[in-house]
C-alpha cells in the first residue's frame, strides 16, 4: 500500500492538526466527560477518612527519654520478637496486641453530629455497617478475630506506626468519622501507658519480693551466726591457747559479713519499695491528637488532577486515531498510478 508523502506531511502538520480537533471537537468533549466519570463515581463511592496523628517519646525510670522500644521491652520483661526487628516492628506489637485491639473494638464512640451518624453513640461495626454475631463462642470469637484484622490491615492502614528522626514516635488514626479518628488515637495512647505501666509496676513488684525473700534469709543467717558466737563465748569463758582465740575470730568475722549483707539486702529492699511506689509516666505526649477539620482520604484535589489529565489524553488518542485509520483508510482505497 502507497501512501502520498505530501498528504502524509499535511496531516501531520501542526495546524491539521488542530483543524482535526476543531472538526471534532464535539466528540473530543464527549469522550474527555465518559473518561472523566471514573473520577467522579470514585470520589462518590470511595468512603472519607479523616487523620488524626500523636507524637510521644518513651520515658524511662530515670526521667529520660528513650527511643529505643526494645530496651523499654527488656526493661519490662516483655517478649515481642527476635533481635531482627525494629523499633517500629516492636512498637507496633504492642499496638495491635490483643487486649488492645479489643479495647477498641468494645468502645461506644461520639460522632461527629454534622457526619453520617448525625452525633450518634455507635461501636466501629456500626462505622463500618457490619452485624456482629456472638450467638456462640466461635461466632463470637470470628467476629472479633475479622475486626481486629480489619483494623490492622495495611491496605485499609487504620492505624499506623511511624518513627521519627527524633526521639519520639507518631501514631496516625484513619477512620471514617473524626470524633471515632481522635478517639481511637487517644485510647491507643492512654493503652499503651497503661500497658507499659503495668508489666514495669509488675517487675517492680516481683523484684521486690525477691530482695525480701534474700533480706529474710541474710538476717536468719546474720542471727545464727550470733547465736554460735555467743554459745561459744558461754563456753569458751576462760582461754589462753591460740587455737580457741582464733576461732572466736573466725565466728567474730561470720557475724561481721552476715551483717554487711544483711544491711545491703535492707537497703536494696528498701530502694526496690521506693521504686515500686514511684509513679513515673512512661510516655510523654509531645503533640496530643486533635479532631480534624478536613477530609484526609481520598484526596480530592489529586483524584480531580489524575482525572482531567486521563479524560484528556483519552479523548485526545481517541479521536486522532480515529483520524489516522479514516486517513489510512481512504489512502489504501486510492487506485494505485502505474
Given at each position: 500500500m502507497e501512501i502520498d508523502e505530501?498528504?502524509?506531511?499535511?496531516?501531520?502538520?501542526?495546524?491539521?492538526?488542530?483543524?482535526?480537533?476543531?472538526?471534532?471537537?464535539l466528540i473530543l468533549g464527549l469522550l474527555?466527560?465518559?473518561?472523566?466519570?471514573?473520577?467522579?463515581?470514585?470520589?462518590?463511592?470511595?468512603?472519607?477518612?479523616?487523620?488524626?496523628?500523636?507524637?510521644?517519646a518513651f520515658r524511662t525510670n530515670g526521667g529520660g527519654m528513650s527511643d529505643d522500644v526494645s530496651k523499654m521491652a527488656t526493661l519490662m520483661g516483655m517478649k515481642v520478637g527476635g533481635s531482627d526487628k525494629s523499633d517500629e516492628a516492636r512498637l507496633e506489637d504492642f499496638m495491635?496486641?490483643?487486649?488492645?485491639?479489643?479495647?477498641?473494638?468494645?468502645?461506644?464512640?461520639q460522632t461527629d453530629p454534622d457526619g453520617l451518624f448525625h452525633g450518634q453513640q455507635i461501636h466501629l461495626w456500626d462505622l463500618w455497617k457490619i452485624k456482629p454475631d456472638t450467638t456462640t463462642e466461635k461466632k463470637k470469637r470470628d467476629f472479633y478475630d475479622g475486626m481486629t484484622s480489619r483494623l490492622r490491615s495495611k491496605r485499609?492502614?487504620?492505624?499506623?506506626?511511624?518513627?521519627l528522626p527524633t526521639t519520639s514516635h507518631q501514631i496516625i488514626t484513619r477512620f471514617e468519622d473524626p470524633i471515632v479518628t481522635n478517639s481511637v488515637n487517644e485510647i491507643l495512647l492512654a493503652e499503651l501507658s497503661d500497658l507499659l505501666g503495668t508489666k514495669l509496676r509488675f517487675k517492680a513488684r516481683e523484684n521486690s519480693k525477691f530482695i525480701k525473700e534474700q533480706l529474710v534469709e541474710a538476717q536468719d543467717e546474720l542471727r545464727q551466726a550470733e547465736n554460735r558466737r555467743s554459745a561459744w563465748m558461754e563456753q569458751n569463758k576462760n582461754y589462753s591457747a591460740?587455737?580457741?582465740?582464733?576461732?572466736?575470730?573466725?565466728?567474730?568475722?561470720?557475724?561481721?559479713?552476715?551483717?554487711?549483707?544483711f544491711l545491703q539486702a535492707k537497703k536494696q529492699y528498701e530502694i526496690a519499695k521506693i521504686e515500686e511506689m514511684r509513679e513515673v509516666p512512661l510516655i510523654d505526649i509531645i503533640d496530643g491528637s486533635e479532631i480534624s477539620n478536613g477530609v484526609a482520604s481520598p484526596n480530592r484535589t489529586q483524584v480531580l488532577i489524575i482525572g482531567i489529565f486521563f479524560a484528556g489524553f483519552f479523548s485526545l488518542c481517541s479521536v486522532l486515531g480515529f483520524e489516522f485509520l479514516v486517513?489510512?483508510?481512504?489512502?489504501?482505497?486510492?487506485?494505485?498510478?502505474?
Open positions: 505530501q498528504i502524509q506531511a499535511d496531516f501531520f502538520d501542526l495546524r491539521a492538526l488542530f483543524h482535526v480537533l476543531k472538526k471534532r471537537w474527555a466527560a465518559i473518561a472523566f466519570v471514573p473520577a467522579v463515581v470514585y470520589l462518590k463511592i470511595t468512603p472519607k477518612k479523616y487523620e488524626t496523628a500523636s507524637k510521644f495491635f496486641s490483643k487486649n488492645i485491639m479489643r479495647k477498641i473494638i468494645d468502645t461506644t464512640y485499609d492502614r487504620y492505624i499506623s506506626h511511624t518513627l591460740p587455737g580457741p582465740a582464733l576461732e572466736k575470730e573466725r565466728l567474730t568475722r561470720e557475724v561481721y559479713v552476715y551483717s554487711e549483707l486517513y489510512l483508510w481512504k489512502g489504501s482505497s486510492k487506485p494505485s498510478r502505474k
